[in-house]
T-cell receptor, first 110, second 113 residues
Framework: RKEVEQDPGPFNVPEGATVAFNCTYSNSASQSFFWYRQDCRKEPKLLMSVYSSGNEDGRFTAQLNRASQYISLLIRDSKLSDSATYLCVVNMKATYKYIFGTGTRLKVLA | DVKVTQSSRYLVKRTGEKVFLECVQDMDHENMFWYRQDPGLGLRLIYFSYDVKMKEKGDIPEGYSVSREKKERFSLILESASTNQTSMYLC????????????FGPGTRLTVT
């Protein structure tokens, strides 16, 4: 079983739609959680950290469920510019280790 | 804003050449990382460093070495480049005192022929 798993997609959604991605992790000792966005042939860019209480940044909402060991990302009112690959990242602080999912590809269609 | 820069965006080298990839960050981050990213495999950690002159092997260190002589600079060295090292190389930095988020450089797309 992979340490961090994501549905690779692609998720094809119309502009204005709401879309949600989940990411599951296997190590219960995981301490920090992040969502990154990666455009084609570019570097990953931090979208948001995921806190235990959940957090929201504009159209983006992230949630953490420690009991079921998953994090989620909700995008409301999708824009064409949201088309990208979304990477889930989990950090094991004591080991300096960041585990990356292979990403979920989103295509927002006009 | 955190800035991580890498010495080259694109690089073409021949098999057997020694290759140096440099990474510089300007945010006084303690931790620095080198990854490679290949289609279908995601990001894989090659080496990381949590302090000057300190280094730790990641998941795929074979064929690579690193150097960290100054806090802001982390170099990746391919001792003798091979075609299976053709990849996108990404440098990142982070600080445990600044939220643990990693910030990435723009990447170096290395082709070994």
């Amino acid at each position: 079983r992979k340490e961090v798993e994501q549905d690779p997609g692609p998720f094809n959604v119309p502009e204005g739609a709401t879309v949600a991605f989940n990411c599951t992790y296997s190590n219960s000792a995981s301490q920090s959680f992040f969502w990154y966005r990666q455009d084609c042939r570019k570097e990953p860019k931090l979208l948001m950290s995921v806190y235990s209480s959940g957090n929201e940044d504009g159209r983006f909402t992230a949630q953490l469920n420690r009991a079921s060991q998953y994090i989620s990302l909700l995008i409301r009112d999708s824009k064409l510019s949201d088309s990208a690959t979304y990477l889930c990242v989990v950090n094991m602080k004591a080991t300096y280790k960041y585990i990356f999912g292979t990403g979920t590809r989103l295509k927002v269609l006009a | 804003d955190v800035k991580v820069t890498q010495s080259s965006r694109y690089l073409v080298k021949r098999t057997g050449e020694k290759v140096f990839l440099e990474c510089v960050q300007d945010m006084d981050h303690e931790n620095m990382f080198w990854y490679r990213q290949d289609p279908g495999l995601g990001l894989r950690l090659i080496y990381f460093s949590y302090d000057v002159k300190m280094k730790e092997k990641g998941d795929i260190p074979e064929g690579y070495s690193v150097s960290r002589e100054k806090k802001e600079r982390f170099s990746l060295i391919l001792e003798s480049a091979s075609t299976n090292q053709t990849s996108m190389y990404l440098c990142a930095s982070s600080s445990p005192g600044q939220g643990d988020e990693q910030y990435f450089g723009p990447g170096t797309r290395l082709t070994v022929t």
